[in-house]
């Protein structure tokens, strides 16, 4: 079956576009996160939500970065006035429920580099 | 806060030699602990899970057992393959916490003939 999808696969921006990124979880997931992976790093957590809820947005690392999935599917990032330090892999993820230990899939990411 | 520790790598590591790469963890309470693995190219694989102390997970050859006297979640394969080169993460997360995960820094394992 279908998994996680995300696109753009790439984005190059330039300092102060905004950007939007796409995630499509899999079909029926009621969980989804968003992660931010820096080159050589682990991905950090960004948000999270449960259907179309925003339970967690803890990780986002200032006011330019805002997340929504209005019908508790498809999810989009957006990124507001991009400046270098955002550039890194943005992973969705989605999982069945919001147990602890379901399983999360990842997507492919979208991999921003903004000049 | 909650936090993972990996050795740092890369590792290389000849054919059917054995593996292990150290993951230790800081958290309170009790998380569930999991293997992640990225293969070049690919997106990130949930490798194996332990939800409890003493709890062994394996998937593929590869094993790790949670310990919570030394807060840590070794992974370890007896005899690794070239297909088994990739990025591998360690990371934890906790139920009442909606389980985000927190991830190490990853550790790059090569594997040559």
């Known amino acids: 079956g279908a998994g996680v999808s995300q696109s753009p696969r790439y984005k190059v921006a330039k300092r102060g576009q905004d950007v939007a990124l796409r995630c499509d979880p899999i079909s029926g997931h009621v969980s989804l996160f968003w992660y931010q992976q820096a080159l050589g790093q682990g991905p950090e957590f960004l948000t999270y939500f449960q259907n179309e809820a925003q339970l967690d947005k803890s990780g986002l690392p200032s006011d330019r970065f805002f997340a929504e999935r209005p019908e508790g599917s498809v999810s989009t990032l957006k990124i507001q006035r991009t400046q270098q330090e955002d550039s890194a892999v943005y992973l969705c993820?989605?999982?069945?429920?919001?147990?602890?230990?379901?399983?999360?899939?990842f997507g492919p990411g979208t991999r921003l580099t903004v000049t | 806060g909650n936090s993972v520790t990996q050795m740092e790598g890369p590792v290389t590591l000849s054919e059917e030699a054995f593996l292990t790469i150290n993951c230790t963890y800081t958290?309170?309470?009790?998380?569930?602990l999991f293997w992640y693995v990225q293969y070049p190219g690919e997106g990130l694989q949930l490798l194996l899970k332990?939800?409890?102390?003493?709890d062994k997970g394996s998937n593929k050859g590869f094993e790790a057992t949670y310990r919570k006297e030394t807060t840590s979640f070794h992974l370890e394969k007896g005899s690794v393959q070239v297909s088994d080169s990739a990025v591998y993460f360690c990371a934890l997360s906790f139920t009442g916490g909606g389980n985000k995960l927190t991830f190490g820094t990853g550790t790059q394992l090569k594997v040559e003939l």
């Open positions: 958290a309170t309470g009790y998380p569930s």
């Open positions: 332990a939800t409890k102390a003493d």
């Open positions: 993820a989605s999982s069945l429920s919001g147990g602890g230990s379901n399983e999360q899939y």
